[in-house]
């Protein structure tokens, strides 16, 4: 009988989570005594010490920087520090959605508090989606992920990461 079990918070197995986080749970198990459950404890606490810092912020899972892509091109989002919910829900402290800025140079991307505009250039995502397919002409694109709250307002910089991709002819 294993003498602690390491989980993460959807209580699959795991070392650390990508939010350095673990769920120790131990058994004490008087063939085992106590010293092997607080061995256990002090594995867990030294995982947990060694795994690197997961900054807060967005980043393109899919496709990766410098990646030549087809159109539609495939993107898949993550964000760490908040967490995605549908405009739809309202305004609610520490969550949002994701929008794709296409082409837009960083001297015109909204700042922090500041309204993402709707236009071609500015793609929405405020149904709370993780992945979209965005039709692009073929060359290079410049694509900036950035993450807004419900009143479609730019959590700021912290929150953006620009890709380039070259788009190929098919």
């Not at 749970?25 to 060694?50: C, D, E, I, K, R």
């Not at 609610?92 to 001297?107: E, L």
């Not at 709370?128 to 700021?156: I, M, P, R, V, W």
């Amino acid at each position: 009988m294993p003498v602690s079990t390491l989980q993460n918070a959807a209580s699959r197995p795991a070392l650390v989570s990508k939010n350095r986080s673990v769920k120790c749970t131990a058994q004490y198990s008087p063939n085992h005594g106590l010293q092997q459950f607080a061995a256990a404890a002090a594995v867990s606490v030294s995982l947990l010490a060694a795994a690197p810092a997961s900054a807060d912020g967005v980043s393109f899972v899919n496709p990766s920087n410098g990646k030549a892509v087809a159109s539609p091109v495939h993107m898949e989002f993550a964000v760490d520090g908040l967490t995605v919910r549908p405009a739809a829900d309202g305004l609610i402290p520490g969550t949002g959605h994701f929008h794709v800025y296409v082409d837009v140079p960083a001297a015109q991307q909204p700042g922090e508090g500041e309204a993402i505009p709707f236009d071609d250039a500015h793609k929405h995502f405020g149904k709370g989606q993780t992945t979209a397919d965005l039709e692009l002409a073929s060359g290079k694109h410049t694509l900036t992920l950035a993450f807004a709250n419900a009143l479609h307002e730019s959590y700021g910089p912290a929150y953006m990461q620009s890709i380039e991709v070259n788009v190929k002819q098919p």
